[in-house]
């Protein structure tokens, strides 16, 4: 939130997102982690001077590396971040890193737009791909 006397922006926004991956290599998630990052901010229109907080949830299968730590050798460096792992649910898509980026921004809520990857679009069909 922006201070008196500041011109930043005063709405925080959440944008969600999800990427599927193949299978758990450090090296795919380097790859799509930022793609995923990248694409939710372009989206959205927004940049990283943006972005207040990432918090990304990974299935169980994922073990190779925290999806943070791609997220920063991406380019993300500045931004906190948060893992955790999701619950095991029976019949839930394997692979799956899901993310929430708080962002200041003042586009409001019906405009933003929520980027869902590869086979994780099954999560969100009520979104266009």
């Known amino acids: 939130m922006g201070s008196p006397g500041n011109s930043a922006k005063s709405s925080v926004r959440a944008v ?7 299978g758990d290599s450090a090296a795919e998630m380097d ?3 930022p793609a995923l990052l990248n694409q939710m901010l372009e989206s959205n229109q927004a940049d990283s001077s943006d972005v207040i907080s990432v918090f990304f949830t990974v299935t169980d299968d994922l073990t190779a590396q925290f999806p943070a ?4 050798k991406g380019g993300w460096g500045e931004v906190p971040m948060m893992c955790a792992v999701e619950i095991a649910v029976p019949g ?4 799956v890193v899901r993310v929430m980026v708080h962002l200041e921004s003042e586009r409001p809520r019906e405009q933003i737009r ?5 086979g994780a679009q099954a999560l969100r069909p ?4």
């Open 31 to 33: 790859r799509e982690i």
């Open 126 to 129: 009520d979104l266009p791909s």
């Open 114 to 118: 929520h980027v869902y990857r590869g």
């Open 69 to 72: 730590t791609s997220a920063r």
């Open 92 to 95: 839930s898509l394997p692979r």
């Open 16 to 22: 969600r997102g999800a990427v599927q991956l193949t």
